[in-house]
Each structure stands twice: as C-alpha cells, then as structure tokens.
C-alpha cells in the first residue's frame, strides 16, 4: 500500500531559491531510491487561524513562508530502506538547511484513499 511522507515548514522567503534548490537534489536521490513522486509546495493562500493553523504549527514568524511537501512511496519498507541510505550518503553529509529544521513537522502516513 502507498506510504506518504508529509513535511510542513516555515521557510524565510529570502531562502526560497535555496530551499528548492536543496529540495530538486533530495526528490532526485528519492526518486533513485523508490519515491514515486515529490511534491514541493509555496503556500500563498494559507490563512492564518486563533486557534490553530499552519502558521502556528511550524511558529512562523515575519518573513517566513509556509512549504507543504510530501513524498510517496510503493510501501513502508521502501521508504524505510531508502531514508536509511540517504542518511549514510555523501550528498547529505555537512548539508545546511535553508531554514529552521526544529520546527519542521514530519509524518509518515499509509494511505487510506487514492483517487
């Protein structure tokens, strides 16, 4: 059954070029590795909640913009051997991260509904 990565994150809007960049050499080794698709998305109209929100989830602050990105993969055990390989591989290796990763969100997700 199809397994879904799920990544939310704020990102400084002056990284934008950056984080894709970053982003196009990770969905190519997934992609190498099993990933079925990427997809890399720049909010541009995620409203802003009281309660809850996605700006609040990922405590975005002026400057930031919100990316949704989410990977699919054929099965757990793919995605699972193919992250295992991409920690060990070179390219990861002194990678900096064109925003703050402690607060990104990630989850991993079997699918329920494909449509």
Not at 63 to 78: A, M
Not at 91 to 106: A, E, K, N, T
């Amino acid at each position: 059954m199809t397994f879904v990565d799920g990544f939310l994150a704020a990102v400084p809007v002056a990284n934008k070029a950056a984080y894709l960049e970053q982003a196009k050499m990770m969905s190519g080794m997934m992609k190498e590795l099993g990933a079925l698709s990427v997809m890399e998305c720049w909010g541009v109209d995620v409203p802003e909640g009281k309660k809850t929100s996605m700006h609040l989830a990922v405590a975005r602050e002026e400057g930031e913009g919100i990316v949704l990105s989410f990977v699919t993969w054929p099965s757990k055990e793919v995605r699972d051997a193919a992250w295992a390989k991409m920690e060990a591989d070179e390219r990861m290796q002194g990678m900096s991260m064109p925003f703050d990763g402690s607060r990104l969100i990630h989850g991993g997700f079997e699918a329920m509904l494909e449509a």
